[in-house]
């Protein structure tokens, strides 16, 4: 080998180490740009679930905010859709009965009150999951977490109100300052504002299960059908709480 030849391959190696990985980069950095899009674009997952739980109501019928002597059977169906890792929407139809009965007041229990109904909301409320993990990673493996969630949303509501008295005839004057149902407003719709909390358990990437309790104000008087022969000035109120449990129905992990 000649001299010139060596010394051009002195030059040459340095040379080329520098310039290979500038050569290289674009095509590496765009390889996982495209891989990472193409994640990105299937990270929006979709779940079926339900609620079984419980509901309760306060109102003119109800001396305590909650009175757990009331509660009953509530159930549901959602639809969640992950906008990101801790932002998510859910479409919710929830029903379930609420009661009220002045017995079970100390200080209401002279007027002999009392009534049932059956809730049907429809609703749409935004969640946020602050300690949310990625679903699924890059590679593919399943996320367990444990997450508090906080939600808030909007919605309208279904009931048809059956109140009572059933005190003493003589008292009847007393207590009943108009006909019941008032109005003889028989089905009634409102306006309901879901605001809650609950713990989401993101459990497997099929199944998510959760608890959570929220609160419903109805922003009027006529939910249990006693407003005048009440206090006109409370608010009534009711509450969904329960267990869930959710499928997702893409597979968002799965390459293209």
């Known amino acids: 080998m000649t001299t010139n ?26 390889a996982q740009f495209f891989y990472k899009a193409q994640y990105k674009r299937y ?9 079984i739980g419980a509901t309760n109501y306060s109102g003119d019928v109800a001396e305590r905010d909650i009175e757990l002597k009331q509660t009953d059977l509530g159930f549901g169906a959602f639809f969640r859709y992950h ?17 009220g009965d002045d017995v079970n007041s100390p ?25 949310a993990l990625e679903h699924v990673t890059l590679t593919g493996i399943h ?5 508090p969630y906080f939600f808030i ?36 719709y409102f306006i309901s504002m879901p605001i809650g909390l609950g713990i989401r358990f993101d459990y497997s990437e099929r199944l998510t299960f959760g608890i959570e309790g929220g609160w419903r104000p109805v922003y009027n008087d006529n939910l249990d059908g006693i ?7 409370k608010g009534d109120w009711y509450y969904f709480m329960g267990i869930t449990a959710s499928y997702f129905i893409n597979e968002p992990w799965r390459p293209l």
């Open 107 to 131: 200080t209401l229990n002279g007027r002999k009150f009392r009534f049932y109904t059956r809730i049907h909301e429809v609703a749409v409320v935004g969640e946020w999951i602050p300690l």
């Open 83 to 99: 906008i990101s890792q801790k932002i998510h929407v859910k479409a919710q139809y929830y029903s379930g009965s609420i009661s």
């Open 43 to 51: 990270q929006h997952y979709m779940e079926l679930g339900l609620m």
């Open 227 to 233: 407003s005048i022969n009440g206090n006109p000035k």
């Open 153 to 188: 949303g909007i919605g309208a509501a279904n009931s048809k109100p059956e109140p009572e008295y059933y005190g003493l005839a003589s008292d009847r004057a007393k207590y009943l300052r108009t006909s019941l149902p008032e109005n003889d407003i028989v089905n009634r």
């Open 143 to 147: 996320n367990f977490y444990v997450s």
């Open 5 to 30: 030849t060596k010394q051009t391959l002195t030059v040459a190696k340095p040379l080329l180490l520098i310039l290979l990985p500038i050569l290289i980069f674009p095509f590496v950095a765009n």
